[in-house]
């Protein structure tokens, strides 16, 4: 003799006897639980997860272009120096500056200011 599942559905907290696994609950310390709900409410959880599935690689990263060009006294571009392609997320580049609050800032362009000018060392 078998006892007929009867569960209490987790949206609408009525007890059914036709109960539907909506969600499974995994717990770092300890047994985990599962979340049931009742045939009508079933269909207002999204489809669940297998927590052992790998994760979707991430999209490809975004792409910030730099052109240096060469430019003449009027202000008309003469030709292109250089050109650099940096792609975020991809961790082939280099590391990121360290974003620290020292005082005075360091000398490079990116962090000098008209304020400031040059630093002095």
Do not use: K, W
């Amino acid at each position: 003799m078998t006892r007929p599942a009867v569960r209490m559905c987790a949206r609408c907290h009525r007890v059914t006897a036709q109960p539907v696994l909506v969600h499974e609950v995994h717990a770092a310390t300890g047994p985990g639980f599962n979340v049931y709900a009742c045939p009508e409410c079933a269909d207002q959880y999204p489809p669940m997860t297998d927590v052992l599935e790998l994760p979707r690689p991430p999209r490809q990263g975004a792409r910030l272009t730099l052109r240096v060009y060469t430019v003449d006294a009027r202000g008309a571009v003469t030709g292109e120096r250089s050109r650099v392609e940096i792609r975020t997320g991809g961790g082939a580049g280099p590391p990121p500056l360290p974003q620290t609050s020292a005082y005075p800032p360091c000398g490079c362009p990116r962090c000098r200011t008209p304020e400031h000018g040059t630093v002095e060392r």
